[in-house]
C-alpha cells in the first residue's frame, strides 16, 4: 500500500552532546539520527559540557548548530547552581524553554534547594515553558512551585503510575501542566533488566510492568511522547559505571507505528504528539512543505548497529516493528530517502532568534 504522509514532527527531549561529550554524539549526527527517525525538529537539553546556562553559552550552541544540524533545533537554557536566575531569564527569548533538573541526572545540572529553585521559578519569564527532571516527591514540588509563580510546567519522561495519576489530577484542577513520555517507558520495564544488564541504566529507570501499563492506561493525559535520546558509547554503557541513557531517535516512530497496527495508538493519537502538541506547548514554526511519508506495511526487525546515531546502539535492538520512515522533506527538500541521509550540513533551521 502507499505511504502515509505526516507533517513534521518533533522530539522535545533530544541530548545531543555537543559541545563537551562530541565522542557520544554531535548536533550533525544526532539530527541525522531525528531524520532517519522521521523527526524534523528536536529540542536539546542543556547537559553538555558547559552546560548551556547562559547566553553567551546559548550563542555558542547556536554558531555551532547554525553549520552542522541537519534538521530543525530548539534549545533549552539549564538552570544551574551557580548561575543567577536573572542572567537566564534575560537569556529566555532565544531558548525554546527552561530544563531544571531536581532528581539525579547525568551530569551536574542537579538543583536539590528550595531557595534557589524558588528563585527560578520566580524569574523565569517565558515565552517557553520550565522543563523539569522531577520523579516522586520533587514532582510534587514543582507542581507546587508552577501553581505558585504562576508558570506553565512540562514534565518530562513521566515513568510511573503514581506520577501519570498526579499529573491527571493537576490537569483537572486546571494546572498549567504538560508532560512527555519515552518509548523505552511504554516498551519496556524492570523485567528487560536482565537482557539489557548495564545498558538498561536509565534515570528515570525503569520501573515495573504495572507502571507501564498505567502509561497506556492514561494516555489522554500523555501530550507527547519524546525520546530522551540519551546517547553515551557502548563501550560506557557496557561498563558497570554505565552512565543512564538510552538512544531512541530512530525508533520512536517504528515502535508507535506498531502500536497503531496492533490496534494499541492511532495515527491521530502520533499526529497529536509529536506534531500539534509540541509545536503549541513551545511555539514553533510549522511548515506544510515540511513532512515525513511512512510506509505502516513495512515489517523490519531493529538491528544491532547500523545506526546514524553515533553511539549506535538500540535498547530495542532485535524487536520486530511494523512501519518504516521512506523519505523526509524539510521546506520542500529531501533530506532523507532510500534508508540515507542526503541533507547538507547546516540545512537545519536553528530556533534561537539570536
Ligand atoms: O537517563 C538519562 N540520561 N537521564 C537523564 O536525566 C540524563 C540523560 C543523559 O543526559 O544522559
Ligand atoms: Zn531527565
Ligand atoms: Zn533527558
New binding site residues.
Given amino acids: 500500500m502507499d505511504a502515509i504522509r505526516l507533517p513534521g514532527l518533533v522530539d522535545v527531549h533530544v ?1 545531543l552532546r555537543e559541545p563537551g561529550y562530541e565522542h557520544k554524539e554531535t548536533l550533525r549526527t544526532g539530527t541525522q539520527a531525528a531524520l532517519a527517525g522521521g523527526i524534523t525538529t528536536v529540542l536539546e ?1 542543556p ?1 553538555t559540557s558547559p552546560p548551556t546556562a547562559t547566553l553567551d553559552l546559548l550563542r555558542n550552541k547556536t554558531q555551532r548548530a547554525a553549520t552542522s544540524v541537519v534538521c530543525d533545533v530548539g534549545f533549552f537554557l539549564g538552570a544551574t547552581r551557580d548561575t543567577d536566575p536573572l542572567a537566564t531569564a534575560a537569556a529566555a527569548p532565544h531558548a525554546c524553554g527552561l530544563k531544571i ?1 531536581v532528581s539525579e ?3 551536574s545540572l542537579r538543583l536539590d534547594d528550595l531557595a534557589q529553585l524558588m528563585a527560578f521559578f520566580r524569574a523565569w519569564p517565558g515565552p517557553g515553558p520550565i522543563a523539569v ?1 522531577a520523579e516522586g516527591l520533587t514532582l510534587a514540588t514543582c507542581l507546587a512551585l508552577a501553581q505558585l509563580y504562576g508558570q506553565r510546567l512540562h514534565v518530562c519522561h513521566v515513568s510511573r503510575r503514581s506520577e501519570i495519576e498526579l499529573i491527571r489530577r493537576a490537569k483537572q484542577h486546571g494546572a498549567a501542566v504538560t508532560c512527555e513520555v519515552t518509548p523505552h517507558h511504554l516498551w519496556l520495564c524492570e523485567d528487560d533488566l536482565p537482557r539489557l544488564a548495564t545498558r538498561g541504566q ?2 528515570p529507570p525503569l520501573a515495573s510492568a504495572a507502571d507501564r501499563a498505567a502509561l497506556w492506561a492514561h494516555l489522554d493525559v500523555i501530550d507527547c511522547f519524546a525520546t ?1 535520546h ?1 546517547p ?1 558509547s557502548l563501550a560506557e554503557k557496557n561498563s558497570p559505571q554505565s ?3 538510552v538512544p531512541g531517535l530512530e525508533t520512536m516512530l517504528p515502535l508507535l507505528l506498531t502500536a497503531v497496527y496492533e490496534g494499541r495508538l492511532t495515527l491521530d493519537d502520533i499526529i497529536a504528539r509529536l506534531h500539534t502538541n509540541p509545536t503549541r506547548i513551545f511555539h514553533l514554526p510549522i511548515s506544510a512543505s515540511t513532512w515525513v511519508d511512512v510506509d505502516p506495511h513495512a515489517v523490519y526487525d531493529v538491528p544491532d548497529r547500523g545506526f546514524q546515531t553515533l553511539c549506535d546502539w538500540s535498547p530495542f535492538s532485535g524487536f520486530t516493528v511494523h512501519g518504516a520512515v521512506r523519505q523526509v522533506a524539510l521546506r520542500n527538500q529531501i533530506v532523507f530517502a532510500d534508508g540515507a541521509v542526503r541533507a547538507a550540513p547546516g540545512c537545519g533551521r536553528v530556533l534561537a532568534n539570536l
Fill in positions: 541530548h537539553m547537559n533538573y541526572t547525568f551530569g527532571h536509565m534515570k530522551d540519551a553515551h552512565p543512564p541513557g
